[in-house]
T-cell receptor, first 111, second 113 residues
Framework: KNEVEQSPQNLTAQEGEFITINCSYS?????LHWLQQHPGGGIVSLFM???GKKKHGRLIATINIQEKHSSLHITASHPRDSAVYIC?????????????FGKGTLLTVNP | DAGVTQSPTHLIKTRGQQVTLRCSPK?????VSWYQQALGQGPQFIFQ???????QRGNFPDRFSGHQFPNYSSELNVNALLLGDSALYLC????????????FGNGTRLTVT
């Protein structure tokens, strides 16, 4: 079983829909990253969070440390949001610099 | 301000050969991490360099080695290439601060034939 599980693996939505991508992890962590990867490979960091909730534009990320679960929400989705969204966790204890990644969620937003 | 730059962008090598990939971190960043991403998979952590030392290593064989230079740029070397080493190799840089966000390069696509 992977340490980081994402769901769904694939998601197709119509423009304007509210999107939720989920991430569950099985190890203690110090921080969780949400990343966006477009075709061709480039990765952009969307959020880094260790508690609560963060918002940036139409994107919202939440994390529940007790339940070892995080969600990424996209409001009013747009075709330009089509990409792979990846959850990655950093180990706890302050000394673990390793990021463990989920396999990603492929989001396609149709006009 | 240039972000993270990686070179080359694409590379084709033959089994058994050796390859060197390069990464220049974002200005002001002193920490560089390398990741391998196979097709359809999430990235896998190879190792992280800070102050010219390998600070942490993932589950990769000794064929994978690296180096960080005084200007914080980094190299990833892979010896005795295998077909399974074909992947996108990503470099990410950050400051050595806990809440420093990561900045990724566009990667080097390595194909081993």
């Amino acid at each position: 079983k992977n340490e980081v599980e994402q769901s769904p693996q694939n998601l197709t939505a119509q423009e304007g829909e509210f999107i939720t991508i989920n991430c569950s992890y099985s190890v203690g962590i110090s921080a969780l990253h949400w990343l966006q990867q477009h075709p061709g490979g480039g990765i952009v960091s969307l959020f880094m969070l260790s508690s609560g909730k963060k918002k940036h534009g139409r994107l919202i990320a939440t994390i529940n440390i007790q339940e070892k679960h995080s969600s990424l929400h996209i409001t009013a989705s747009h075709p330009r949001d089509s990409a792979v969204y990846i959850c990655a966790v950093m180990g706890g204890g302050g000394s673990n610099y390793k990021l463990t990644f989920g396999k990603g969620t492929l989001l396609t937003v149709n006009p | 301000d240039a972000g993270v730059t990686q070179s080359p962008t694409h590379l084709i090598k033959t089994r058994g050969q050796q390859v060197t990939l390069r990464c220049s971190p974002k200005s002001g960043h002193d920490t560089v991490s390398w990741y391998q991403q196979a097709l359809g998979q999430g990235p896998q952590f190879i190792f992280q360099y800070y102050e010219e030392e390998e600070r942490q290593r993932g589950n990769f064989p000794d064929r994978f080695s690296g180096h960080q230079f005084p200007n914080y740029s980094s190299e990833l070397n892979v010896n005795a290439l295998l077909l399974g080493d074909s992947a996108l190799y990503l470099c990410a840089s950050s400051q050595d601060l806990f809440y420093s966000p990561l900045h990724f390069g566009n990667g080097t696509r390595l194909t081993v034939t």
